[in-house]
Nanobody, 117 residues
Framework: QVHLVESGGGLVQAGGSLRLSCAAS????????MGWYRQAPGKQRELVSS???????NYADSVKGRFTISRVNAKSTVYLQMNSLKPEDTAVYYC???????????WGEGTLVTVSS
């Protein structure tokens, strides 16, 4: 069983920055693909960014150039650095761990990011 704990959310003014962290329990973090998703009120959950076990990254068009995903396997932690935040970035941000062919897909409970205009 994997447990994910997000942190780093909060209230920030437009143009500001936040760094989200997601710490994973267990011993399979290093072979897992990790992702950050978000869900705004009244909208579907969407992929923000992902990073494979090998370090390849992917970003939604809406955050390219502003957000950076990274991981530190020794700490079983994935980060999302968010710069130049916009009010439309307001959402609950969720961490996801995917074990691929090993089986298993896990979600954190989410952390709220609110960007004021």
């Amino acid at each position: 069983q994997v447990h994910l704990v997000e942190s780093g959310g909060g209230l920030v003014q437009a143009g500001g920055s936040l760094r989200l962290s997601c710490a994973a329990s267990g011993k399979l973090f290093g072979v897992s693909d990790m992702g950050w998703y978000r869900q705004a009120p009244g909208k579907q959950r969407e992929l923000v960014s992902s990073i494979t076990s090998g370090g390849s990254t992917n970003y939604a068009d809406s955050v390219k150039g502003r957000f950076t995903i990274s991981r530190v396997n020794a700490k079983s932690t994935v980060y999302l650095q968010m710069n130049s935040l916009k009010p439309e970035d307001t959402a609950v941000y969720y961490c996801n761990l995917d074990l691929g062919y090993l089986g298993g897909n896990y979600w954190g409970e989410g952390t709220l990011v609110t960007v004021s205009s």
